[in-house]
Structures are given as structure tokens and as C-alpha cells.
């Protein structure tokens, strides 16, 4: 149960702009485990402000300044406590007594938005206190164990990109990328493990209106995630998908094709205090999807909501709508 209040004022003369927040929450939290009759209750009251401050120049540009304060609190599968027992000697499972992650976060942007394209570069710096993050154990048996625990901290530098471009008037390029530096303070665990690296994520997406009303959408995709306990390979995939709205556009057809060149895998090294492992791990992932939506209700509010999604872009615009 969270019961919260909040406040924001803006204001905006001549060239300069600023906004401020400020949200207060109160948590209430019990795990019950039905099977071991635990209960394990926590209840936390937090801040959380912000605010923004914006310089606007001629030509749609705009330097922004913000603060921050973030919460992300761990789900179900992070707080169960029963293991997977698909591998007996790899087992996986949750932890009830885990801490949601706060984060303060600093950044620093510009926005240019011109006729055919749009681009917003950002710098920024993340301070993340009990970061939230899967941990590995091996015990004299030989048994590993996953869960999940509370870090001390982790400190993030990073660079971010979203960019448009409208290279023609039937095709439209999404792109953002997400490339930081980290250090994972991890001493409060077992072996007090810390590690200096880098992630970066990217994703580039093709919007092609083809002939006869269909939509298609051709996108790459790459990951590279920051580790505690070790060095996780580049992840990357290609997808495929179109769209054919039907029945006077009540109806959409549509046809997916996820990792065409059936690349995405993961590869892994992980180093505790008295182990090393490799794991190389790789699922069905070039699978094709075939599909039919039927729109119920207004069709111009759903379209609104559409355009708002796409414009909006989760990760430059993916391939959720196909």
C-alpha cells in the first residue's frame, strides 16, 4: 500500500524555464509466505524531489539542467524465496527481505528539432543507493545458488543519444543509444566484491511505409549490461516485422520476425570469492509471429494513444505495434 502526495510548479519568462517537484510517499509492505506461515513487513516513508531548469534558444533549441530522485522497488519474482529446481545444481530464487533502490540522478541535455529530424544528446551522472542485483554463490557441494541482493552503491557516468530522421517521406529512422561507465560497490556481500566497467545499449529502427497500406519496421538492437560479478559479451539481434490495417482500420494483420539471424545469446563469466564459471546460454529466440488485433470502441482516441506512443519512443520506437 503506498499512499502519496505531490506538488509541481512551473514557470516560464523570456528565454529560461524551470519546474519543480516534489513527491512524498508512504510504504506499507508485508511478504507472507503461505507455505512457511513467514511474515516479513517493512514500511518506509520517502522523498522524492526534482526539478528542472531549461535555457531556450531561435531554431527549436533547448538546454535543460535537472534533479532528480528515483525509487524502483523489486517484484514478485525478486521477493519469492522458493528456487527453481530445473537444474539441481543451479538454483535460482528470490529474497523477502530486499530493499527497493533509490537513485539521484543528474543530467545535463540539449534538444534540437528541426523539419525532417530531431536529436537530444545528454550527459548525465546517477548516484544508486541498494542497487538491486543478482548474486551468485557456490557452496562445498559444488551447488550454485542465484539470488537477488542490496548493493552499497553503484555510481554511473553515461552518455545518452535519441535521434530521428525522416530520410525519406515513406521512411523514418529512430535511434538511441545509452553508453556509461560504472563502478559496483559490493562490499557488503560476500567476498565484498567490487568491479569497474561499462555497458551500453543501442537500438536502430527503420520505419518503411510500402505500397498497399502496410507498415514495416526493420530494427537492431545491442546490449552490453554492467555486472557485479563479472563480464557479460555483447547481445545484439535483428527484427523484422510489417503491418496491414484491414476492415476500414477497426482490424490490423500483422507478421513478426524476432532475431533473424538467430544471434542472440548470452555468454557470461562470473567470479566469486572461491569459484569462476562460464555459462553460455542460448533460447529459441528466431521465432515468427503472425497476428490479428480487432479495435473495439474509437478508433481516433486509440489512434491518439498511438501517436503518443510513438512519439513518446520507448527505445527509439519498437516493434510492439507488430
Known sequence: NIIAAYGIYSV????????????????????????????????????FPSFHFSRYFEKNREIRLGYSRRINRPGPRE?????????????????????????HSVELGFIKIGKKYSFSPTLYYRFNNQM??????VDAEGVTRTTFQNLNSSHNIGFEMNASYDLAKFWKVNANTNFYY?????????????????????????????????????????WRWAMLQGVMSPVNAFDLGAKKDIL????????????????????????????????????????????????????????KRQNRREGGGDEGGGMDEF
Open 12 to 47: 516560464k519568462w523570456s528565454k529560461y524555464g524551470f519546474s519543480g517537484g516534489l513527491r512524498l510517499e508512504q510504504t506499507f509492505t508485508e511478504s507472507k509466505q503461505i507455505t512457511t506461515n513467514e511474515r516479513v513487513p517493512f514500511n518506509y516513508f520517502a522523498p
Open 79 to 103: 521477493l519469492n524465496p522458493f528456487a527453481e529446481y530445473n537444474d539441481p545444481f543451479n538454483l535460482m530464487f528470490g529474497n523477502p527481505r530486499l530493499r527497493p533502490e533509490f537513485t
Open 132 to 137: 538491486i542485483t543478482r548474486f551468485r554463490t
Open 182 to 222: 560504472s563502478y559496483l560497490n559490493g562490499t557488503n556481500l560476500e567476498g565484498a566484491q567490487t568491479n569497474n566497467t561499462y555497458g551500453l545499449t543501442m537500438r536502430v529502427n527503420n520505419t518503411i511505409k510500402l505500397p498497399y497500406g502496410i507498415d514495416a519496421q526493420f530494427s537492431y538492437s545491442f
Open 248 to 303: 476500414k482500420g477497426k482490424g490490423s494483420l500483422t507478421l513478426r520476425l524476432s532475431d533473424i539471424f538467430n544471434q542472440r545469446a548470452w555468454d557470461m563469466e562470473t567470479r566469486g570469492f572461491n569459484f569462476n564459471s562460464d555459462m553460455y546460454r542460448k533460447r529459441e529466440s528466431r521465432i515468427l509471429f503472425i497476428g490479428f488485433t480487432y479495435r473495439f470502441g474509437n478508433s481516433k482516441m486509440e489512434q
